[in-house]
């Protein structure tokens, strides 16, 4: 898994994305992405080798490739 889809995931529980049609919840998930600070996509980066570490996947991601 990709930071990103840790963020989707995250975000798809939110009572503000549930409420937009599949589009419009697509569209706000990659703008709150695009305009998330370095810091936080860190954090996700972290989460994602995390997940893949224990699912057996054995890649780790790094920053630069979650842009």
């Known amino acids: 898994k990709s930071p990103y889809n ?3 995931r995250e975000m ?3 009572a503000e ?3 937009l049609d599949h589009k419009q919840k697509m569209g ?3 703008s709150k992405w ?3 600070e370095e810091s936080a996509k860190a954090d996700y980066t972290r989460m994602a080798n995390e997940e893949n570490e224990s ?3 054995g890649e780790e991601l790094t920053l630069a490739e979650t842009a």
């Open 12 to 14: 798809m529980k939110t």
């Open 34 to 36: 695009k305009s998330l």
């Open 28 to 30: 706000a998930i990659a």
């Open 6 to 8: 840790i963020f989707v």
């Open 55 to 57: 699912a057996g996947k």
């Open 17 to 19: 994305i549930q409420t």
